[in-house]
């Protein structure tokens, strides 16, 4: 099971030692899952906005509008080149789905111009 904590809740969450985190996480979890979820046999965090390679994640965030207001041109191609990333994939923008969609739409377009 994994559990993400982000925005305002982070900044507040990772200003805390070490057994408040976990028993933060933990309080969260047992509101959904009972009270079994405040003893889990193994228990792992990862901060990823402290490892200097990730600095941050777990994904971009568009506000609002952009999406719809500036979509089409994010994806158009510009002359030759093709654009692939999750980023701008119509679905499961984000996650590695996503990611893998728009490099297959990408290259099927390339080699319908062969
Ligand atoms: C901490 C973290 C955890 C995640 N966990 C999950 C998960 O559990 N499940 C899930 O589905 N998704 C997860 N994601 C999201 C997933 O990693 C991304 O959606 C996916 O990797 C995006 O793939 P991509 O090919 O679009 O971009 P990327 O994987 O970012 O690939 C872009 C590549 O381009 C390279 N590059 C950048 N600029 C240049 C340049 N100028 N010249 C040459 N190369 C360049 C980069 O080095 C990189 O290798 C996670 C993301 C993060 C940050």
Known sequence: MAAFV???RYLAWQSLGESDR???ILADLANYFGH?????????EIDWPSKPWTGGGYAAFMPPGV????GEAL???????????????????????GAVRTG???????????
């Open 104 to 114: 297959e739409a990408a290259a099927a377009a390339i080699h319908a111009l062969l």
């Open 22 to 24: 976990r028993a933060a």
């Open 67 to 70: 999406w719809t207001s500036y």
């Open 36 to 44: 079994e979820a405040l003893s889990p046999v193994s228990y792992d």
């Open 6 to 8: 982000v925005g305002d």
């Open 75 to 97: 994806v158009a191609p510009v002359g030759c080149i093709y654009w692939a990333g999750t980023e701008m994939a119509e679905r499961w923008p984000d996650f590695f789905d």
